[in-house]
């Protein structure tokens, strides 16, 4: 296994792979920093369905206005707020804009995804007489992340250690990952590691619970959210879990 952390531009070598192809270094580096997008990307989504959780819980209104067209608007903005990069300005981006091929392929592919996940939740976001609709966040990101999984050749999940979805557990490898993060203040940082001899690597980057997320994690501990599931006590800032990015890579 080859892993490294990285932490605010600091990278931190557990295991270095001695004399590997300059290709095989080239690769793990895109494919990376392609990871690490896709996993920014899905958190923007994330974002943008929480800010506007009121509005599709609000049983009063009907069309609530949250088009597929508007939530791309509202992803767009919020990636780039994130990363710097303008998605709507991909195709004819500068050169001085350096993405990976893959990242150019596949962040577009994402987009679409997320789009289609809330062009088919429109019933459910547009139901009268109803408060809460279990359209949130993670139930986004859960089915985002699958449609865009099943596309493509890699694969998006969610998870955390105290994952209310059991399709979130974490693995034994996630759930060392999350506890180190977790018992470190918020960073950028993410965790990368090789697999299968070298085929594959997995990218882990951690979320944080924002503000708009404690009406449901938040405190007081114990007493039962509007989902029906108890509160977790948690804080602004705390760890939420984490974005895990599969990958295959070619070049050995």
């Known amino acids: 296994m080859n892993s490294r ?17 300059l290709t095989w270094a080239v690769e793990r580096a895109e494919v990376e920093e392609t990871a690490r997008l896709l996993a920014k990307l899905l958190e923007s989504g ?3 369905i929480e800010r506007n959780q009121p509005l599709i819980d609000d049983p009063h209104k009907g069309d609530k206005g949250l088009t597929p067209e508007l939530f791309e608007a509202e992803l767009v903005r919020e990636f780039r707020a994130k990363s710097g990069i303008d998605l709507s300005a991909l ?13 150019k392929e596949l962040l577009p592919a994402l987009v679409q995804a997320s789009r289609e996940v ?7 976001i547009n139901q009268r007489g109803i408060g809460y609709k279990n359209f949130i966040p993670a139930t986004w990101g859960s089915q985002a992340s699958a449609r865009f999984s099943k596309s493509a050749h890699i694969r998006l999940k969610q998870t955390a250690l105290d994952a ?3 399709k979130n557990e974490p693995d034994e490898y996630e759930a060392s990952v999350l506890k180190w993060l977790a018992a470190r203040p918020r960073a950028e940082a993410y965790v990368s590691e090789l697999t299968e001899e070298g085929q594959t690597l997995r990218v ?7 503000k708009d997320c404690l009406a449901c994690h938040g405190e007081p501990k114990g007493v039962l959210d ?18 895990t990015v599969t990958a295959p890579l070619s070049n050995r």
Do not use: C
């Open 164 to 166: 209310r979805n059991p």
């Open 91 to 103: 195709p004819t981006a500068p050169v001085s804009v350096v993405l990976p091929p893959l990242a």
């Open 5 to 21: 952390v990285t932490v605010k531009g600091v990278v931190l070598v557990a295991f270095v792979l001695l004399h590997a192809p």
């Open 118 to 124: 809330v062009r088919d939740a429109q019933v459910v």
């Open 204 to 210: 882990v980057m951690p979320i944080y619970y924002a």
């Open 226 to 243: 509007i989902s029906g599931y108890p509160r977790e006590g948690h804080k602004e800032g705390d760890l939420a879990g984490a974005i």
């Open 46 to 48: 994330r974002a943008v």
